[in-house]
Nanobody, 114 residues
Framework: QAQLVESGGGLVQPGGSLRLSCATS????????MAWYRQVQGRRREFVAR???????HYVDFLKGRFTISRDNTKNTVYLQMNSLKPEDTAIYYC????????WGQGTQVTVSS
């Protein structure tokens, strides 16, 4: 049974940084591309970043340069380093494989506010 457990969110001031983690189990982690998404209440979940099995990365344009996705295949974990955070980055952040599983974890709340 697949499990995706996101962590690392919290309250941070504008300009601050956070590192999100997504620990996975029950999936062939090293054989899958992985991605981060985010969702603001009342809006659709949106793509943030993707990392391939080999480490190739892709970001949504407006986040490029501030966020960095990485993975550790020995720990079945994908990370999202978020720098220079802005209030509009406030959302619940989720990870999933690509293609997406029919299952989403609980996500981790990121709140950027002074």
């Amino acid at each position: 049974q697949a499990q995706l457990v996101e962590s690392g969110g919290g309250l941070v001031q504008p300009g601050g940084s956070l590192r999100l983690s997504c620990a996975t189990s029950g999936i062939a982690f090293s054989a899958n591309d992985m991605a981060w998404y985010r969702q603001v209440q009342g809006r659709r979940r949106e793509f943030v970043a993707r990392i391939s099995q080999s480490g190739w990365t892709h970001y949504v344009d407006f986040l490029k340069g501030r966020f960095t996705i990485s993975r550790d295949n020995t720990k079945n974990t994908v990370y999202l380093q978020m720098n220079s955070l802005k209030p509009e980055d406030t959302a619940i952040y989720y990870c999933n494989s690509v293609p997406n599983l029919n299952y989403w974890g609980q996500g981790t709340q990121v709140t950027v506010s002074s």
